[in-house]
């Protein structure tokens, strides 16, 4: 199993904390990590300030921080306070996403966790930041969430990128007897636009597809229980192609692997993988980074 033994679990203290709270007690049985540092930031001063003349039986910021501490100290403890976990909660203030990033570097978790909300907008700051300027592998869950992983899902392009995101789906499925299903979504070529080619040229393409699928299969040994689906991208986003099998296999989990790039550019380019974070899926989304190669390029581009 993939070596996730430090995780980092953001709360904002909403209902999504008990969601994460939960799955982070659900996925510990599959993971085992040794680990929890539980993270709450307070945005700002005058919040504080203000929920101290809002409750007179709060004298200071300190009464009010120690509230805080009280409310998530207890939903830790309910699921966490008789395992051999070691568990930590940092109550920090200032910006949510500008902390949380700066903690990180600092605490150097494996895994981060944070809340997908169903009412999200789409591209926002924060999964952003945490895909581009965070090296941890990180699990994004929604409050659809399910506590279980009977099936799950990985997109793949035949990389090796892929094939890892497979490896560690099928890790992760195993350990319950689920199953892994891997999805490659394709478009045909452009010459064919906006006509549909014809049936010899489909049968080049399908023939093409299943080559591609057996040398993936070969070249990375892919376990052999893994189903591997094509889907045809005729109009829209891929993103669709992948909610779409998601609803209609009901998945439980996504798995993906971030591309480490040396290049400056990679920080102001998104690809298929950091898109992913700001769609909404409905179920967890468990993005792998190559730890030492993120570290690195971050640490070459900012010192």
């Not at 501490?69 to 403890?77: H, L, M, N, S």
């Not at 045909?188 to 993936?216: C, G, I, N, S, V």
């Not at 990375?220 to 889907?231: G, K, L």
């Amino acid at each position: 199993m993939e070596r996730f033994e430090e995780w980092f679990v953001c709360l904002d203290l909403t209902s999504m904390d008990d969601i994460l709270v939960g799955y982070a007690n659900f996925l510990k049985s599959e993971i085992k990590p040794k680990k929890i540092t539980f993270i709450h930031v307070i945005k700002s001063t005058e919040v504080a300030d203000d929920m101290v003349q809002l409750f007179p039986e709060l004298q200071n910021r300190e009464d009010f921080e120690n509230v805080i501490r009280e409310d998530i100290q207890g939903k830790i403890d309910e699921y966490f306070a008789d395992t051999p976990i070691e568990t930590n909660l940092l109550i920090q203030e200032g910006r949510p996403t500008d902390e949380i990033v700066k903690t990180m570097n600092e605490v150097d978790p494996d895994l981060v966790i944070m809340g997908k909300k169903s009412g999200y907008s789409g591209k926002g700051v924060i999964p952003r930041r945490i895909m581009k300027y965070v090296y941890s592998s990180i699990l994004f869950v929604p409050e659809t969430a399910r506590y279980q992983l009977k099936k799950t899902l990985v997109p793949i392009d035949f990389s090796s990128e892929s094939a890892t995101a497979v490896k560690l789906a099928h890790e992760l499925a195993s350990t319950k007897g689920g199953s892994v299903k891997a999805q490659h979504i394709y478009n045909y070529p452009a010459q064919f636009f906006p006509y549909l080619p014809e049936e010899e040229d489909k049968e080049k393409m399908h023939k093409y597809l299943r080559e591609k699928k057996e040398e993936f299969i070969e070249s990375y040994s892919i376990p052999s229980d893994v189903e591997i689906v094509f889907s045809l991208n005729v109009e829209g986003s891929k993103m669709d192609q992948l909610y779409d099998e998601i609803i209609q296999d009901q998945i439980d989990m996504i798995v993906a692997v971030s591309k480490s790039d040396k290049k400056i550019t990679s920080i102001f380019r998104e690809d298929f993988t950091d898109k992913m974070a700001y769609y909404r899926f409905g179920v967890p989304l468990l993005i792998k980074k190559d730890k030492k190669k993120h570290q690195k390029f971050l640490k070459n581009l900012f010192g």
